[in-house]
């Protein structure tokens, strides 16, 4: 389950009907070229890390995280390639909020190709949680937060205030370059069921794109979203499979989350591929 989002306040980013259809198609033409032709859309385990952990995995000690947390939030599962309502304008994953050229740069549908759709699929410890039959070119843990800081407009406006690392060196100097997300590949830690796991921001959502009490917020609060029974967070496959969701692709599963700097993320599968690409708005 993933949002066919609509952005919540007038002037927020759309992406116009045309580029999404043009999205869809393009997707299903490469998917449907390849089932014609016989060739191997992905190589079945080609995601599999050299040196697959063999347990469950045992977080090492991390540096603590200043963040507060933010506690039983729904969280949905959302993958790279899915089109969840090819009729809405935001209504596929092959675009994030902060990549057009999202399905291109991952590297592919980020599941499996069925009848020339993109899919998800059950994750495991066995290869590490990454993807069974394609390789990802970019960290396959990934997930989204309901704050756009560049594309809307409200947002935008608001993160030198709200976003709580806007001053730190490495971001100051960029706040007024709408080219510059001071979110994406950022580091959130995620707990569920006494699992603890880690993934990047790499798009934005569900269902809202302002909404800084929520996600900066210091006293717990509730996502703005009612849409997707109240879901906070869309957490990929990987964390699907690493943190033990109870359902592959539901809205029922909970999480505790907060922002965690990078000297603060231990050694794990999450750390097999780190995302470092910046935004990619193509118009």
Not at 143 to 160: T, Y
Not at 195 to 222: E, L
């Amino acid at each position: 389950m993933t949002d066919a989002r609509s952005p919540s306040v007038p002037g927020a980013r759309r992406r116009a009907p045309t580029r999404i259809r043009h999205a869809v198609w393009g997707l299903a033409a490469v998917l449907t070229t390849a089932s014609c032709t016989g060739a191997p859309v992905h190589s079945p385990g080609a995601g599999a890390p050299a040196d697959p952990p063999s347990a469950a995995p045992v977080v090492p000690p991390s540096a603590p995280s200043s963040y507060p947390w933010h506690t039983s939030i729904v969280a949905t599962t959302f993958w790279v390639g899915e089109i969840f309502d090819p009729s809405a304008e935001d209504g596929s994953q092959v675009e994030s909020a902060y990549d057009d050229r999202w399905f291109d740069h991952y590297g592919g549908c980020d599941g499996v190709v069925t009848a020339g759709k993109c899919d998800t699929e059950p994750r495991t410890v066995a290869n590490g949680f990454f993807p069974t039959r394609m390789t990802p070119r970019e960290n396959p843990f990934y997930l989204d937060l309901p704050f756009d800081d560049v594309g809307d407009e409200v947002a935008n406006r608001q993160r030198a205030a709200v976003v709580p690392w806007a001053s730190d060196e490495r971001y100051s100097a960029r706040v007024s370059d709408r080219g510059f997300s001071l979110l994406k590949n950022r580091w959130v830690r995620i707990r569920h069921a006494g699992k603890v796991c880690y993934g990047q921001i790499q798009d934005a959502g569900p269902g809202r794109y302002d909404d800084a009490k929520y996600v900066f917020g210091t006293d717990d609060a509730r996502p703005a979203n009612d849409r997707f029974n109240g879901a906070g967070m869309d957490v990929s496959p990987a964390l699907n499979g690493c943190l033990g969701f109870t359902e592959l692709n539901g809205e029922n599963d909970r999480v505790d989350w907060q922002f965690v700097d990078d000297s603060a993320v231990p050694p794990g599968p999450w750390k097999i591929i780190v995302t470092t690409r910046g935004v990619t708005h193509e118009s």
